[in-house]
Structures are given as structure tokens and as C-alpha cells.
């Protein structure tokens, strides 16, 4: 009866935004306010000092083993959901812990009985990517599901007895921490009897989720432990596309729950779905919900390999390789090719072993994150970044390796990201195991362009807010000599000229001169657009007449690792003072 090793979950980049309050201009003067610059990575020789230290026990753990095919042994579900165990075993291992936090289900104990089946005939664990398949496939709706201890006799043989076994399955189980569902299966070969317990630590409750759609979008409502701060879901489309999922309505109102509706292809056997949710006043984004669905409805109990050909092989590829093959895909959806951010791939090297190592506290698992996305070795100036981590047997090919990091949604949507310029890559390769570990780090930079768009998006945020209260839309006005002022503030900005709170204060004085009246401005900054809510406030948010002008700009803050987005609002009530 062993231990099984844990299970990495990948990691994505969420948000951070701060805001310097309005100054007026051409009337009195406002208390002036310092920008706040929200950076909350740590700094490069913090990280330089960690990649240095050795790692414990990385490469620790239970071996994988790659298979091109398995059918499941079944039966199988129709749906995801967590429904009580019901067979005597489960009843019996329920019976070992306290009620609440530990529970035995049927959908853990079909994973239990799956992946016990695959570890009878092969003697190793399945490899991540048909894990995660027979996991969703038997409506676990939990990541990472995993065999946490079993034990071993000849056919016949009472190999699951809860009270005669207790103490070597609850010390099994010491490495589990938190909310859990649990499963548990006994598997006969005619020739050995083996007995699986499975775990997966519970990140969300879930609502029951049919695997055959009922039209083109699944519903997925679900609550998290704590307050909500953002919440990410993709799904696989075809061979290897990924859509994003849209917000939908919650359960209730309640600061823990989310909705999730995500857009199906109606030809897909089947597809994946993976959530991830951050906790409020978090910048990392956990994996909590991975499901599988059957939009053509065919709802096959059968797994195949992926493979992505391409033009690199090898026995152990390299990062190199690994870029090469991902550039491939991109390649074919018509995207912009990563170049290689060498020496961060090198700090990313360093960093990895201590993110993949099960005693790593959780608190330095997410200090390492921000320190990989920090790029600080990364050349140019970082607008947003995206993190993620796969593992595959390492005696697989590239094309096959490939095709298991992209049966996670997730790793598709990093890897097809259209505007990540650059990437850091590494692998951590653990012969203990068979495993590869791959880290994937992409950065989007900041490039010379316009951002009409975005500026359109905060003043139709404006009059969204501004609707809520009851007054009208914003008058938007600017016309080509202020649209060359804005510009020329945007440049000396940009290329370090001079600061963002002087630059409001030039806008400012510009527009009261050519208006004659009292104009105020404010100045927000955030590290990302996407996702970000302005918080709106003053005459800006509840004058009844308002007109006003946006520009958006990018700058980087001396000592900083990111650049900022940087918002320009100015604003008047005609008439007033």
C-alpha cells in the first residue's frame, strides 16, 4: 500500500489595477495624490537566490506510463456531479472520516476503478493527459484526480477491508490537506486482486452538468471555498482549437459563487472544459473544475493519444524543441511566432524543480509564479503574461508529448494566445517518475499602436456605470488637434520623457486654455485591460452634463518588472464654475 505523488495544477495571471485620483484644471487645485504602481512580484534576486538552492524530493514519487489507446472498462456516466457512494466499500471508507469536509462518491470510485485497472495491467500510473480524461470522463468535475493508496493480493483475496486497513489508508492519506472527494474500487484480474483508493482535492462545488449539451453552450455554476475575484474557463474546440467561456449567471449572489457558459463545437466527440477561479485580492487563478462533454453525443468510452506533427523530434527535446513544436500550431492558426526569451528560460529553469515539489508550501508555490511571469531577464517592456505547467512521460516522442500538453485547455489558450510576443520555456525531466515537466511562460509587449478600441470599451464602461444611476451617456468629444496633443503626451510617456501625473497636468492645462473652462482629469493604471473595472467616482460618475476625452498609454515604471497601462480622462461639465 503506497503513496501517491501530487499533482501540480497550472497557474494563470489574472489582474492588478490602481487609480490616481482627478486633478481640476483652470479653477482650484485638488489635493494632489501619488500614482500607485502595482507590481507584486518579487524581485530578481529573491528568485536568482532560489533557483541556487537545491530542491527536495522533485523527483519523488510513483512512475507514469504513456499508452497510444485505453478503453474505458466502465460503466460510465452520463453527467458530471458528486452523487454519494453506494457500494459497501464506499459506505465503509466514508465510515473512516469525519462527515463534511471527506466525502466517498461514485464518480471518484469510477475513477478509482479506471486508473486501478490501467495500474493492474501496467504497473505504473497513467500518464496526466489520459488521467484527466478518465477523471472527466467519469464526471469527477474535480482536477487532478489521482490513486492515493492500494494494496495488492492474489485473485479472490480481500484486498479492501476499511477497519482491518485503517491505519495504513488514513497515514496514505496524510499528504491530502482540505476538502476532498474520495473514491474506491477493487479490480480483479482473474490472476491479481487490487484494491484503489482515489483522491481529488475539492477547489469548488459544482452543480450537476450533463455531458451531452443541451444546445451550443455547457452551463457550469459552481462555488468557491472564499470570496470570488475572477474566474477563467476554456474549452477544446476540434483538433486544437480552445474557445473561451463566457460569465453567466451564478447559483446565487453570494461572493463565492460564478457561472461559467462555454460554447461548444457541435462535431466534437468529445471535449474539455477547465475553470479556473483566483480568490478575491489574488493574482493567480487556481485550476478548479475540469469536465469533459460530448456535443455530437456519441459519448465514447474510448481514448486515443493526441499527436501534433512536427518538425523537430528527439528522444529528450529541449526547450528549443518545444518552442519550435508550439510555433508549429501557431503556425497553423495564422499567429505570429514566439521568439525565445533565452536567459528567462534559464531562471525558469532554475525556478521549476521548487514549484513541482510536493512539500512546497502553497505560499512559495505562488511566489515562484509571479516570479516566472515577472520576466524580469525578458527584453522589452511587458504588458501581460500567462503561466502554465504540463507533464508527460518523458519516453514519448515530441509530436506525441505535444498532443498530451494540448489536451488541456488551458495550455491551448497559452499556447495560441495571439498576442504573446515572446516565451519563456523549461524542462525539469524526474527518472523517478518517467515525467517531463514543461513550463510555458508567455509574454505580450508593449509595441507602438493605437488603442481606439480600448478607449471606446472605458467610456462605454462610463456610461454603463452612469446608467445604473440614471444619467445619461457621456458627450465624447476630441477632435484632431486635441487627438495630436493626447498623442504627443502618450509618446514623451512611453518613452520616459517624463511621468503620467505630469503629462495630466500638460492635458490638463491644454483643454482649459482651448475651452475656457474648468476641466478635471484623472489618471488610471492598470498592469492588464482584460478584465479590468475602472472605478468610477466625482463629477466624472454623477454631473448630469458631462463631456469627455480618453486616451490610453503604456508606461514602465523605473525598477519595475511590468509595464502599466496608463488612462487618460479628461472630462468638464460645461457651465460649471
Excluded at 158 to 186: H, M, N, S, T, Y
Excluded at 210 to 226: F, Q
Excluded at 477 to 484: E, F, L, Q, S, T
Amino acid at each position: 500500500m503506497s503513496p501517491h505523488s501530487s499533482r501540480i495544477s497550472p497557474w494563470l495571471f489574472v489582474f492588478a489595477s490602481s487609480l490616481v485620483a482627478c486633478r481640476p484644471a483652470g479653477g482650484s487645485r485638488a489635493p494632489e495624490s501619488k500614482l500607485r504602481i502595482e507590481q507584486p512580484f518579487p524581485a530578481l534576486a529573491q528568485l536568482e537566490a532560489i533557483a541556487k538552492e537545491p530542491a527536495a524530493s522533485a523527483d519523488t514519487g510513483n512512475p507514469v506510463r504513456g499508452v497510444e489507446a485505453w478503453t474505458a472498462t466502465g460503466p460510465l456516466p452520463t453527467a458530471a456531479a458528486t452523487t454519494p457512494g453506494q457500494s459497501a466499500e464506499a459506505k465503509a471508507l466514508a465510515a473512516l472520516f469525519d462527515p463534511g469536509e471527506r466525502a466517498v462518491t461514485q464518480e471518484m470510485s469510477c475513477f478509482a476503478r479506471e486508473a486501478g485497472a490501467f495500474m493492474l495491467k501496467h504497473g505504473a500510473q497513467p500518464s496526466v493527459d489520459l488521467a484527466a480524461w478518465m477523471g472527466a470522463r467519469c464526471g469527477v468535475g474535480h482536477p487532478n484526480p489521482m490513486i492515493a493508496v492500494w494494496n495488492r493480493g492474489p485473485t479472490g483475496a480481500k484486498v479492501f477491508d476499511a477497519q482491518r486497513d485503517r491505519e495504513r489508508i488514513l497515514g496514505g492519506l496524510k499528504v491530502v490537506e482540505g476538502p476532498a472527494d474520495f473514491g474506491v474500487a477493487v479490480v480483479d484480474d482473474g490472476t491479481t486482486a487490487m484494491s484503489f483508493v482515489a483522491v481529488a482535492l475539492r477547489r469548488a462545488q459544482f452543480e450537476r452538468v450533463e455531458m451531452i449539451p443541451e444546445s451550443g453552450h455547457v452551463s457550469i455554476r459552481g462555488r468557491a471555498p472564499g470570496p470570488v475575484g475572477s474566474v477563467l474557463g476554456y474549452i477544446t474546440q476540434g483538433e486544437h482549437g480552445v474557445a473561451r467561456c463566457a460569465p453567466a449567471p451564478a447559483p446565487d449572489a453570494g461572493a463565492n459563487a460564478f457561472g461559467m457558459s462555454c460554447p461548444v463545437d457541435p462535431k466534437d466527440a468529445g471535449a474539455a472544459i477547465e475553470v479556473m477561479v483566483a480568490p478575491q485580492g489574488s493574482l493567480l487563478a487556481d485550476q478548479s473544475l475540469s469536465l469533459w462533454v460530448s456535443p455530437d453525443g456519441s459519448m465514447s468510452d474510448a481514448w486515443t493519444a493526441r499527436r501534433v506533427a512536427v518538425p523537430v523530434g528527439g528522444d529528450e527535446p529541449d526547450a528549443l524543441a518545444w518552442l519550435t513544436a508550439i510555433n508549429t500550431i501557431r503556425e497553423q492558426r495564422d499567429l505570429a511566432p514566439w521568439t525565445h526569451a533565452d536567459a528567462q528560460s534559464t531562471l525558469v529553469g532554475g525556478l521549476l524543480p521548487h514549484i513541482i515539489t510536493r512539500g512546497t508550501p502553497p505560499e512559495r508555490r505562488n511566489q515562484i509564479a509571479l516570479g516566472m511571469l515577472a520576466g524580469w531577464k525578458v527584453q522589452g517592456s511587458i504588458r501581460n503574461g500567462t503561466f502554465g505547467l504540463s507533464a508527460v512521460p518523458r519516453d514519448i516522442p515530441l509530436d506525441r508529448a505535444l498532443g498530451a500538453a494540448m489536451a488541456s485547455p488551458a495550455f491551448r489558450a497559452i499556447a495560441t494566445t495571439p498576442d504573446t510576443n515572446t516565451a519563456a520555456i523549461a524542462l525539469h525531466r524526474s527518472a523517478a517518475t518517467n515525467l517531463a515537466h514543461i513550463a510555458v511562460v508567455g509574454y505580450a509587449l508593449f509595441t507602438a499602436r493605437d488603442y481606439f478600441a480600448e478607449e471606446e470599451w472605458f467610456l462605454d464602461q462610463l456610461d454603463a456605470d452612469r446608467a445604473a444611476r440614471g444619467l445619461p451617456p457621456v458627450e465624447r468629444v476630441g477632435g484632431p488637434k486635441d487627438r495630436a496633443v493626447l498623442d504627443a503626451a502618450a509618446t514623451r510617456v512611453r518613452e520616459g520623457e517624463s511621468n503620467p501625473e505630469e503629462e495630466l497636468d500638460v492635458l490638463l492645462q491644454h483643454f482649459a486654455t482651448a475651452t475656457g473652462q474648468q476641466v478635471r482629469g484623472m489618471v488610471y493604471t492598470t498592469l492588464t485591460l482584460d478584465g479590468y473595472r475602472p472605478p468610477f467616482e466625482g463629477p466624472l460618475a454623477s454631473a448630469t452634463g458631462v463631456v469627455a476625452i480618453v486616451k490610453i498609454a503604456d508606461w514602465h515604471p523605473k525598477g519595475s518588472a511590468w509595464g502599466q497601462h496608463v488612462i487618460y480622462v479628461v472630462y468638464a461639465v460645461p457651465g460649471e464654475g
